[in-house]
């Protein structure tokens, strides 16, 4: 402001103001000196204006109390307290204006940091807006707790999971939320944390309103400018329905493992017994034929018997198989029959 010409203009009328109600105090003061009220006009414009207003007040201001000391009806001008009250007057103004120009410096710097931490201060509360809305609309149960393992804050899913506000939670311990049992796994893994220093993974089991569920908590320490680790973070996200997911998975391919290993144990004996018994009553009927084509007419009849008798054993024995792997009985007439039959 100081280098606007209005400043100066305003320096002037402060020194013009000044004159006139010097002027005006002439019967009660007299016209020697007047130096002390061009010194608060000085001050006033160093206050409010800056230096380069401040200095033309005070040069200014000079030119009146001259005027006035030498209106007497014996003007001196070699007067020496005038000259010494005038170098004073000058020397006090020099350091009004200092102070007033580190005073306006001062306040100035003041009014910048005021300004820069008031954009801080927005920054930070637009950038932690942005985080608590992240924090609140996440499916995952966020919380911070530090050394003592005392909560320090949740997440709304937090809140809405195990049912305890944000003031409520804060202070507390896992020991006054959850059973024993679940207590010593959750500090024994926050203590791991703390000790190694490093964000570790762990598959930790709470209990719900429907029953316990499970959770991989990503557990990370948080550090002070020392360094010492003060908190233990940690995002833990609910895999209950994925976890049952897989062990039904892992269920079914065991019992498919066992059905295949049974199939196979059920086909290689079916495997043997077609080799011990319907292939051995063939080859043996085949054998018997092929003996008939040089063999006497005499006696073709007796091998043709027996190779018809080691047919029909070779028939049953395959009817045996099929009954054995899968009765007519039981498509036919259901598994009452089936089991009658057996």
């Not at 009004?96 to 920054?123: N, P, W, Y």
């Not at 024993?180 to 959750?186: H, I, T, Y």
């Not at 004996?269 to 009553?281: S, W």
Request: glycine share 8%; net charge negative.
């Amino acid at each position: 402001m100081s280098a606007h010409p209005r400043a100066y203009l305003l320096a002037f009328v402060s020194v013009a103001a000044t004159a006139a109600v010097r002027f005006l105090l002439i019967p009660v003061l007299g016209n020697r000196f007047g130096f002390d009220l061009f010194l608060i006009s000085t001050f006033l414009t160093g206050r409010y204006l800056g230096i380069g207003p401040s200095l033309f007040a005070l040069l200014g201001g000079a030119v009146p109390v001259t005027y006035f000391h030498f209106l007497g009806p014996h003007p001196d001008v070699y007067d020496p307290y005038f000259l010494v009250g005038l170098l004073a007057y000058l020397a006090l103004g020099a350091i009004v204006v200092f102070l007033c120009k580190s005073e306006h410096d001062a306040r100035a710097a003041l009014q910048g940091e005021i300004a820069e931490r008031k954009i801080a201060e927005e920054t930070v509360g637009a950038s932690e807006s942005r985080l608590q809305a992240i924090l609140n609309n996440t499916s995952a149960v966020i919380y911070l707790k530090d050394s003592q393992g005392r909560y320090l804050l949740a997440n709304k899913r937090y809140e809405e999971v195990f049912h305890i506000t944000q003031q409520q939670l804060v202070g507390k311990t896992d020991a006054e939320i959850f059973p024993s049992d679940v207590v010593e796994k959750l500090q024994a893994n926050d203590r791991q944390v703390r000790d190694t220093g490093l964000p570790l993974e762990f598959e930790e089991v709470v209990p719900h309103d429907d029953g316990p569920h499970t959770y991989v908590s990503v557990k990370f320490p948080i550090f002070d400018p020392a360094g010492q680790c003060y908190a233990v973070g940690g995002i833990s996200t609910d895999i209950s329905d994925r976890k049952r997911a897989s062990d039904a998975l892992e269920a079914e391919q065991e019992l498919l493992r066992h059905t295949i290993e049974f199939q196979d144990q059920e086909r290689q004996l079916i495997a043997y017994e077609i080799h011990d018994g319907l292939v051995q009553y063939a080859t043996g009927a085949l054998m018997q034929l092929e003996s008939m084509q040089d063999a006497p007419s005499d006696t073709i009849s007796g091998k043709i018997e027996s190779a018809m008798e080691i047919l029909q054993r070779a028939v049953a024995e395959g009817r045996r198989l099929i009954n054995g792997i899968r009765t007519p009985v039981l498509d036919d007439w259901g598994v009452v029959a089936a089991i009658e039959h057996l």
